[in-house]
C-alpha cells in the first residue's frame, strides 16, 4: 500500500508460494525463517524470484532508529557492530559501509 506521505509499506504476501521459471514451487517463508535464525545480523529478509531462473533475497541491517522520529537510520546498532567485528572481523558503523565490504557480504 502507498501511506499518505507516498511511502510504500509492504503489508503482505499476496500469496504463499514462489513458482520459478523452471515450475517449481518454493516457499520463501522456509528460506526467509532459516536464513533469519542462521544471519543475526539480519533484520528484514524477503525472498523474490516468481517465473523467474532464480531467487533474490533482500536482506537488511538491524539499524538504530532516529530518536526523534523513530525511523531507522544507517547507523549500524551496537549489537550488531558486535557480531560483525567478533564474527566478521570487520567494523563497520554504517549500512554504506557494510554494502560496500568484502568480508560482510562473505559473512552474510
Same mark, same amino acid.
Given at each position: 500500500? +502507498?501511506? !499518505?506521505?507516498?511511502?510504500?509499506? @509492504?503489508?503482505? /504476501?499476496?500469496?504463499? %508460494?514462489? @513458482? ?6 518454493? !516457499? *520463501?517463508?522456509? @528460506? ?6 542462521? #544471519?543475526?545480523? #539480519? ?14 533475497? %533482500? ?5 538504530? *532508529? ?10 549500524i546498532?551496537?549489537? +550488531? /557492530?558486535?557480531?560483525?567485528? /567478533? ?6 558503523? !554504517?549500512?554504506?559501509?557494510?554494502v ?9
Open positions: 500500500m +502507498i501511506t !499518505s506521505d507516498g511511502f510504500l509499506k @509492504i503489508t503482505g /504476501r499476496i500469496k504463499e %508460494l514462489i @513458482i520459478t521459471a523452471g515450475g517449481e514451487n518454493i !516457499s *520463501p517463508v522456509l @528460506i526467509e525463517d532459516k536464513f533469519k535464525e542462521h #544471519c543475526g545480523v #539480519c533484520s528484514n529478509i524477503m525472498v523474490v524470484g516468481d517465473y523467474k531462473k532464480f531467487l533474490t533475497a %533482500l536482506i537488511t541491517l538491524k539499524t538504530e *532508529p532516529d530518536k526523534v522520529t523513530g525511523i531507522p537510520t544507517k547507523e546498532s551496537p549489537e +550488531i /557492530r558486535n557480531i560483525l567485528k /567478533r564474527d566478521a572481523g570487520v567494523s563497520v558503523k !554504517s549500512t554504506d559501509e557494510a560496500k565490504d568484502e568480508k560482510v557480504k562473505k559473512y552474510i
